[in-house]
């Protein structure tokens, strides 16, 4: 285990993707973090292959159980005595049509992608306050900035999640505490891969400047200065690292055509 005086991170949804590539970057600088995830057995395994274990604690636990939450930041609180900073990545994704989403996927999609983050905050920041402050990052999408087919539940859980950041943003500053959201455009993770048809993938590049899908990492480097102190003026605000999707209207794909026929 590393020195008390140490930064401590708790990333949710940290055994793979984002919140994986977000893990590292804390431990690149030097941080200690607390793996959360839904997932044993890829946490476990995910652990087993970081390069420094000893820096790192594992938590299985469902964010949306406010139990298993409260228990998990005790286990913050017991191995590592502070808490710096919250990462609230861990999310699920169900694609469907307006008229196909059922109750229980309407449901279960609130319940993790903004229940889980309401309940983590709630958790996490007593021991934040206790140890002078920190910082929460929730991720969001692109998906809640703009409204597009197929993630009526998806998309309005990003949005609420938005709205929310704001919330903790103004009641927990003066706990000195800050709070910020990343809305990712496309990364190709497990969660892409099970949800982007070819179509989708072709509509991103249709909508994004950069024409390409964002990687892990550039996510990882926006939420780890967000949660650092070169960030200390920054707090409420959702910033989208997405290629320039937020920025587009119509038009794109004619002018790459255009271009192409010069
Ligand atoms: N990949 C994208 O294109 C994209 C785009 C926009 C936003 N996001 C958001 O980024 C975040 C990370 O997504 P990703 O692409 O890395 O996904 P991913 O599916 O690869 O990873 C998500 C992790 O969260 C865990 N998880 C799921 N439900 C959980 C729960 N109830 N409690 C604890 N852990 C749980 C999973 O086991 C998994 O390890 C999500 O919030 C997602 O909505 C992703």
Redesign the pocket.
């Known amino acids: 285990m590393g020195n008390g005086t140490q930064k401590v991170a708790l990333v ?9 590539a977000t893990t590292r970057r804390f431990l690149a600088d030097g941080w200690r973090v607390a793996l ?4 044993g057995e ?2 476990n395994r995910t652990h087993a292959a970081l390069s420094q274990p000893d820096a790192t604690i594992t938590i299985c ?5 406010p139990t298993g939450v409260a228990e998990a930041l005790i286990r913050v609180a017991q191995e590592f005595g502070r808490l710096d900073a919250l990462v ?6 169900i694609f469907k049509p307006i008229l196909e989403v059922t109750f229980e996927d309407w449901s279960r999609v609130l ?3 903004l229940t ?1 983050p309401f309940l983590c905050v709630q958790a996490a920041a007593p021991l934040m306050r206790d140890g002078g402050g920190g910082a929460i990052v929730n ?5 809640g900035l703009r409204a597009s087919t197929l993630r009526t539940a ?1 998309g309005t859980s ?1 949005a609420g999640l938005a709205h929310l950041t704001e919330q903790q943003a103004v009641e927990l500053a003066s706990l000195g505490i800050r709070v910020n959201a990343v ?10 891969k ?1 949800v ?1 048809t070819p179509e989708i993938r072709a509509a991103y590049h249709d909508s994004i400047p950069l024409n390409r ?2 990687l ?1 990492q550039e ?1 990882a480097e926006m939420i780890f200065f967000l949660c650092s102190d070169r960030s200390s003026y920054i707090t409420g605000q959702t910033i989208a690292v997405d290629g320039g999707f937020e920025a587009t209207g119509i038009g794109l794909p004619a002018l790459r055509k255009d271009r192409r026929s010069d």
Do not use: F, Q, W
């Open positions: 949710t949804g940290a055994a793979r993707g984002i919140g994986l959360l995830d839904i997932d890829t946490l636990c469902d964010v949306a159980d609230n990545n861990a999310g699920i994704a319940a993790v992608n889980g991720i969001t999408s692109i998906s998806y990003k809305a990712p455009g496309p990364v190709d993770t497990a969660m892409a099970a982007h899908y964002g892990e996510l």
